[in-house]
């Protein structure tokens, strides 16, 4: 969970990458023109009721908020950028620019959609239960009234994860929002059917459809400032899902984890170098969920520290009380199954990678011409693959990936489960 840390200084850098003139934080936003046009009136709605009552011209909170709503669900498949546009609606609320709403360029626009914002409050759970006492947390949190900006966000992502106790604690906030708090709890799936209806039925819809991959790219050209090239690849190499052609365009060490999977495709053919490259993969993941988490553990474990009265600050202080304080250490124990999760999931999504080049290889040998390719960077594997191999052996391929996800889903250890891949492979392409 990310908590508000302090806003950044004027002197920083925009997290996101150039300047675009003409354009605001709604171009965020893939394809779907009604999401765009249904945030940008809230927002405008959103403002009106503000600038109203700061002018004290006694405007009614329902005329000049008729197209606002304080608590709001967004939905849609993985990676349809639910979170981009609950950030994006997130800065328009708290921008501080007098003319476009939700500029993209004001500093409070670009500590929201960074999460820095001090009154934009974002939850992303790690684990796979959002438990009531974090909520207990944010529903206190979220009822002080905004520092700096007008309103007080609180972005849930995951909300499909709130328990029980969690999603009822957080009941009369979503119902009756204290009066300058907007909440929108954001949940992974193609109808709201996971969030309790008791929530979902408070709440106004958005639904987030999947974006079109030339969408995707075009997206990461104007937020991150890549090649048109780059972007066009991640586009397709992540099957215009927006969060993971973000991080595979940014992070090397996606790049990294991307190349030594598809590289399985070929090592299977090479002896007994494919079982010694999955030990490598998963060390790359290990070194990934590190740089992702390392900071945040830390930060949680001399915050813990603090609340319990140590006064901890550094490391070694931290390090000194391990184990000797019973909330400590639950917080490490959440902490590595945090851990535990990120690798699964990278491994997942990586696997993903790997049916996809199969999948390539299988409409290559059948002789499909104008298909989109996954991976178009790959055509070498991949024709390589569609010449070795029967098209039997490619499904039973993409059969052992299936199987290898399954498995990682029943809690197989990482190491087991990609063992078991490369032996299947193996057997599929015929050596061994
Ligand atoms: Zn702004």
Known sequence: MSTPNAPRTPTDAPESGPEHSGSDVFDRIAGSGSVRRTLTGAAAAARALTAGRASGDGAPTG???????????????PGSGRSVAALAFAAALVCGDPGVIGCGRCMAC?????????DVIHVVPHELSIGVK???????????????????????????????????????????????????LCAPSTDPRDIAITLRSRCRHVYIP???????????VHELGVTEGDAKLAAAASAGHIGRARNLVRSTAAQQRRAQMLGLARLVYEGDLAFREVTNLIRTIETEAGETLDALDERETEKLAVALGLGAKGKGTVKALRGTRTEIRELEERQKRRRTRYLRDALDLSLVDLAGLYRDALLTSSGAQEVQR???DMAEI????????????????LDAVTRCREALGQSVRPIVAMD???GRLRKACGVS
């Open 134 to 184: 974090l909520m207990r947390d944010v529903i206190r949190d979220a009822s002080k009234r905004p520092t700096t900006a007008d309103w007080r966000v609180v972005v849930i992502e995951d909300a499909d994860r709130l328990s029980d106790a969690a999603a009822n604690a957080l009941l009369k906030t979503v119902e009756e929002p204290p009066e300058r708090t907007v909440i929108i």
């Open 420 to 422: 078991a891949l490369v």
């Open 63 to 77: 005329a000049a908020g008729a197209g606002m709503t304080h608590s709001w669900l967004f939905t849609g498949p």
């Open 210 to 220: 999947t974006p079109a991959i030339p969408d995707v790219a075009r997206i990461l």
């Open 382 to 397: 991949v024709d390589k693959l569609a010449e070795l191999n029967t098209a039997e052996a490619l499904v039973a391929c």
């Open 110 to 118: 670009r500590t929201a959609l960074a999460g820095t914002h001090a």
């Open 374 to 376: 996954i991976h178009p």
